[in-house]
């Protein structure tokens, strides 16, 4: 199915041969709940809204862009697509967090977010131990050389490393441009979470689990944290080091002064301390001339 003859306003970030591959994914699936995470304008929400239609699936569709909400309920609108729940939130990570059951009835999940690589792991975490069965999860732009979104190259190449090489696939796409884009498909198994588990470790549970990648970070910045602390030490030793130094050199220069300083105040016993200290550095000079 092809929307090129529809009314689409606003920016879209897909072609229409990637909502196609969408639309065919929901239909080969027989998918019933589906979820968006990652609205933009609502191009791909259309082809996942028409492929609703004729599997008689539920849709949502989920995005921080409350800007772009007027153009999205214009093209759903437009093209008389009426029964698409829309939300938005600044948070989505935490939203899905809070509504849980949107995860758990779905079974095709398209993630089209902008995250960082930490936030797109925590949402990966969250979908695979809340989907309740089998479920199609597609993730795009997974062949970009675009540094910042990298991520979703990475998550899906954690994908091709964890789970049954029949279980994942890529789709090679381009964008309008004709530089590569791709959708890194996963048919996921509610099961699977506890194979994959079983091949990291035998002792660690779920909760305990983390990606390979967000361990290697961490690792790195507490390297890193070491470093720095061994750095800025090393930095205090020497300037302590050096101010004892500086006043050691500063008493012998001065000592006469200083004597007589203190005399003047009428500190006499300070004053004795003072000429002690200096017989005592100048014992240490004959010493070393020695």
Same mark, same amino acid.
């Given at each position: 199915?092809?929307?090129?003859?529809?009314?689409?306003?606003?920016? /879209?970030?897909?072609?229409?041969?990637?909502?196609?591959?969408? =639309?065919?994914?929901?239909?080969?699936?027989?998918? !019933?709940?589906?979820?968006?995470?990652?609205?933009?304008?609502?191009?791909?929400?259309?082809?996942?809204? =028409?492929?609703?239609?004729?599997?008689?699936?539920?849709?949502?569709?989920?995005?921080? =862009? /409350?800007?772009?909400?007027?153009?999205?309920?214009?093209?759903?609108?437009?093209?008389?697509?009426?029964?698409?729940?829309?939300?938005?939130?600044?948070?989505?990570?935490?939203?899905?967090?809070?509504?849980?059951?949107?995860?758990?009835?779905?079974?095709?999940?398209?993630?089209?977010?902008?995250?960082?690589?930490?936030?797109?792991?925590?949402?990966?975490?969250?979908? !695979?131990?809340?989907?309740?069965?089998?479920?199609? &999860?597609?993730?795009?732009?997974?062949?970009?050389?675009?540094?910042?979104?990298?991520?979703?190259?990475?998550?899906?190449?954690?994908?091709?490393?964890? =789970?049954?090489?029949?279980?994942?696939?890529?789709?090679?796409?381009?964008?309008?441009?004709?530089?590569?884009?791709?959708?890194?498909?996963?048919?996921?198994?509610?099961?699977?979470?506890?194979?994959? &588990?079983?091949?990291?470790?035998?002792?660690?549970?779920?909760?305990?689990?983390?990606?390979?990648?967000?361990?290697?970070?961490?690792?790195?910045?507490? !390297?890193?944290?070491?470093?720095?602390?061994?750095?800025?030490?090393? &930095?205090?030793?020497?300037?302590?080091?050096?101010?004892?130094?500086?006043?050691?050199?500063?008493?012998?220069?001065?000592?006469?002064?200083?004597?007589?300083?203190?005399?003047?105040?009428?500190?006499?016993?300070?004053?004795?301390?003072?000429?002690?200290?200096?017989?005592?550095?100048?014992?240490?000079?004959?010493?070393?001339?020695?």
């Amino acid at each position: 199915m092809n929307l090129q003859g529809f009314n689409f306003k606003g920016s /879209r970030l897909s072609t229409h041969t990637e909502g196609e591959i969408l =639309y065919n994914l929901v239909k080969e699936n027989n998918c !019933k709940n589906i979820v968006e995470i990652g609205t933009y304008a609502g191009f791909n929400t259309l082809y996942l809204a =028409y492929a609703a239609r004729e599997t008689g699936a539920e849709i949502i569709t989920l995005d921080y =862009y /409350r800007d772009l909400l007027p153009s999205v309920y214009d093209n759903l609108k437009d093209n008389n697509i009426h029964d698409v729940t829309v939300k938005t939130s600044p948070n989505i990570i935490e939203y899905l967090d809070n509504h849980l059951d949107i995860l758990k009835n779905a079974d095709f999940i398209l993630i089209d977010e902008c995250l960082s690589i930490d936030k797109l792991y925590i949402l990966w975490n969250i979908i !695979k131990k809340n989907v309740a069965g089998k479920c199609t &999860i597609v993730i795009h732009d997974v062949q970009c050389a675009v540094t910042d979104e990298m991520q979703s190259k990475a998550l899906f190449e954690s994908w091709q490393r964890t =789970y049954d090489e029949k279980s994942v696939k890529l789709i090679e796409t381009n964008d309008d441009g004709g530089f590569p884009n791709g959708f890194g498909v996963l048919n996921f198994v509610q099961t699977d979470v506890a194979v994959s &588990i079983a091949e990291e470790t035998k002792t660690e549970t779920i909760e305990q689990i983390e990606p390979a990648e967000e361990k290697r970070t961490r690792k790195r910045r507490s !390297k890193q944290e070491i470093e720095q602390d061994t750095a800025k030490e090393e &930095i205090m030793t020497d300037t302590r080091e050096q101010a004892d130094k500086g006043l050691e050199a500063f008493v012998k220069d001065n000592s006469e002064s200083i004597i007589e300083v203190m005399k003047e105040l009428n500190n006499e016993d300070s004053s004795e301390v003072v000429e002690e200290a200096v017989a005592e550095e100048g014992q240490k000079t004959e010493k070393d001339d020695i």
